[in-house]
């Protein structure tokens, strides 16, 4: 029988080919040295948005869905997971800073649209369906980079590890959370409408990111042009780490 | 009408693209709005572009986000 993560991660698989396609094309970029700090803006963007969303979520459980049978257990989860993502914003400011990016100017940035879009439908989803769209959302996005993979990262563009705290942290702290996340759904005694809404939800989250990741693309792809570089957040300029420094 | 015809006359699965016995279970498991949803959102199943351009396990090890 297929469980509810089975069926959750199959569908999720099937259909995130092309935003594996663009997280790629970021990751491999040839001046993925100077693009790097405007990709670490778009994550910013997100990250910040991440423990208010869940304390958000948590509220509307214990609030008018109290009487919900999978409220209790939702609001403890997203109260906790809110908890381990408190302050994660912070690695990134220190990160941006360290390849140039001043914390008033990252501050000062309007976010994304496509960042926005990403996090303000899940909103619309808690408060005006039902908060358990959030995992959907949760699921897309908790799958954290592999530390081998940015030791590869940093040995290429010269980018020292210590710059890439917000993604080392999250390789090193995270990489139990998805199996504990499946362990969770399978536990929870849904219906057919919240296994639909938190598909839904992923599905919705692919297609966001798509947008997020094409725009950190768009976005450098204007760096050499005077008139569009204005807010582009890059590393001109500034002396990267040896590519042998450690974290 | 079949999931995979629904997708495929929506565009979101290239009617040439191959699918596995795996693929078309998965695709014929998901309910109506859940395919509403991916035909409103045009997230489509990698065509062979993408599945020539994403490498085995780089999915893995890339990472989504942050969270």
Redesign the interface.
Known sequence: M?THSQ?LR??VC????????L??DV?FHPRLAELYPEFLFA?YG??VS?APAMRAAAGRCAGELADDPLAAWLRDYYLEHAEE?AG?EQW?LNDLHSLGVARQRVLERLPYTSVAALVGVQYYWMFHVHPIAYLGY?A???????I??LEEVSRRTGISLSSMS??VM??TLDPGHVAEFDAALDSLPLL?HHQ?LI??SA??T??H??KVFSDILEHFARVDDPAGAATIFTTSGIALASPSSGF | MSNVERLQQAGLIQIHHPLTDAEIQSVNQLSPAEIDALISVRVKLGDEFFQRKVQDGDSHRMGTLLL
Not at chain 1, 14 to 21: I, N, P, V
Not at chain 1, 140 to 146: I, M, Q, R
């Open positions: 297929t069926r199959e569908t099937l259909f995130r080919a092309r935003l594996t396609s997280i790629r990751w994550i997100v990250t991440s993502e994660h990134l949760i897309v996005l908790e799958a954290p980079t592999s081998e993979f917000g993604h999250h390789a057919l639909e598909t839904v599905i919705a692919i297609a990111l798509e």
